[in-house]
């Protein structure tokens, strides 16, 4: 009796310590996957996101955005996405955004990660909420040349038609066509300050995998760094301020580069 119940002792024991070992080592493999899959830079995220960083360490994948938006755009990211797990996005070829005026996704966010700030209308105004889905910035259309087909000279302009800011985020420009001599390319072209990134363009394309596809605009715009300025640009100005200013917070030495490059006399006060 005694020899049996140390044997079922020791195999609970085994048990136990196994279970462990299995647990332990599925938490380090779930911890890999999630570093993995914050490693993806080509995520969209919804009107109003703070930069990436900022916006994974403010969500607390509540999914109301997710709840909250009326034409189910926004997806929670499950293992399989390849994006942090439980944070909304949207890829934009399924179900693009479809630019709601009272941008009903944002508000409701309890932790800021949706900055409502983003996103308010320059002018005081009650309607939609104060807030203009025009400022938002969820990504850029970026077009490709080799297989976009109006530049081929094929006449499409169905990604133009399907911008809401039609002749202003995406306008035609009209080039003769030499090859034939007759006809005219209308080739569509992206205003970065205006895009929203907001995706109709790329749901709208004809072709088998779209031509125009949006992409997080830190992927798809350069940096200029702060070596260089705008002159005529009082915003420019104040995004040098701004760099100088944080660069030098916390030290009196100046790098000799920039102490040769003296970055308050290229901005004119």
């Given amino acids: ?21 299995i647990f332990a080592f599925g938490g380090f493999g779930w911890g890999a996957y ?14 109003g996101a703070l930069q990436e ?15 909250s938006c009326p034409y189910d755009t926004l997806i929670l990211a499950k293992p399989e996405d390849n994006v942090a797990i439980g944070t909304p996005y949207f890829k934009p070829r399924s179900i693009p955004c479809y630019m709601c005026p009272d941008i009903p996704c944002a508000p409701p966010c309890p932790s800021g990660a949706l900055d409502v700030n983003k996103l308010k209308a320059q002018q005081d105004t009650t309607e939609n909420n104060g807030l203009d889905i025009n400022k938002a910035q969820m990504g850029l259309a970026v077009i490709d040349t080799d297989t976009c087909i109006a ?12 911008c809401p ?37 790329e749901h709208a394309c004809v072709i088998e995998k779209a031509a125009i596809r949006i992409l997080p605009r830190d992927v798809a715009m350069g ?19 701004n760099i100088k200013d944080s660069k030098y917070e916390n030290t009196d030495e100046v790098p000799a580069e920039d102490y040769l490059n003296n970055w308050e006399d290229l901005i004119d006060e």
């Fill in 1 to 21: 009796m005694g020899k049996a119940i140390n044997t079922s002792r020791r195999d609970a024991l085994r048990k136990m310590i196994r279970s462990s070992g």
């Fill in 34 to 47: 999630l570093n993995k899959a914050k490693v993806s830079n080509l995520v969209l995220r919804p009107p």
């Fill in 53 to 67: 960083e900022d916006f994974l360490n403010s969500c607390i994948k509540c999914g109301i955005c997710v709840d």
């Fill in 151 to 162: 530049f081929w000279g094929i006449q499409c302009d169905v990604c133009y038609r399907a």
């Fill in 165 to 201: 800011l039609m002749d202003d985020a995406i306008s035609l420009e009209y080039e003769r066509n030499e090859r034939t001599g007759k006809h005219a390319f209308l080739k569509p072209v992206v205003n970065s300050n205006t895009c929203t990134g907001c995706g109709l363009c």
């Fill in 223 to 241: 940096k200029v760094g702060d070596h260089y300025i705008k002159g005529w640009d009082e915003e420019d100005e104040q995004r040098l301020r």
